[in-house]
Nanobody, 125 residues
């Protein structure tokens, strides 16, 4: 069993930067694919970014965040990060981290094994 706890969400202004963290406990997750998703009220949860555990940790991003967000992982600390730059009001959402023993996670992934409880990011205009 893996427990995921996100942190770092807060209220920021448009154009600001913010880094989210997700700490895992229960098992070392160096062989887990990791991802960030986000959700706003009334909408489905959407993929933001993911990082593999093999082949040097390939990363994947939603088009809406490509060039602004960076996902990274520190296996020694069992932590995955999401660096968010040039934030926009439309980035406002609850951000969730996810972990799965599959080699990689894509935007179409379903039945992901583990989820965090979410952290709220609000970007004011």
């Amino acid at each position: 069993q893996v427990q995921l706890v996100e942190s770092g969400g807060t209220l920021v202004q448009a154009g600001d930067s913010l880094r989210l963290s997700c700490a895992a406990s229960g098992r070392t997750f160096n062989t887990y694919a990791l991802a960030w998703f986000r959700q706003t009220p009334g909408k489905e949860r959407e993929f933001v970014a993911s990082i593999n555990w093999f082949r040097g940790g390939n990363t994947y991003y939603a088009d809406s965040v490509k060039g602004r967000f960076t996902i990274s992982r520190d296996n020694a600390k069992n932590t995955v990060y999401l660096q968010m730059n040039s934030l926009k009001p439309e980035d406002t959402a609850v951000y969730y981290c996810a972990a799965d023993q599959r080699p990689f996670l894509t935007a179409q992934a379903t039945d992901i094994q583990y989820w965090g409880q979410g952290t709220q990011v609000t970007v004011s205009s």
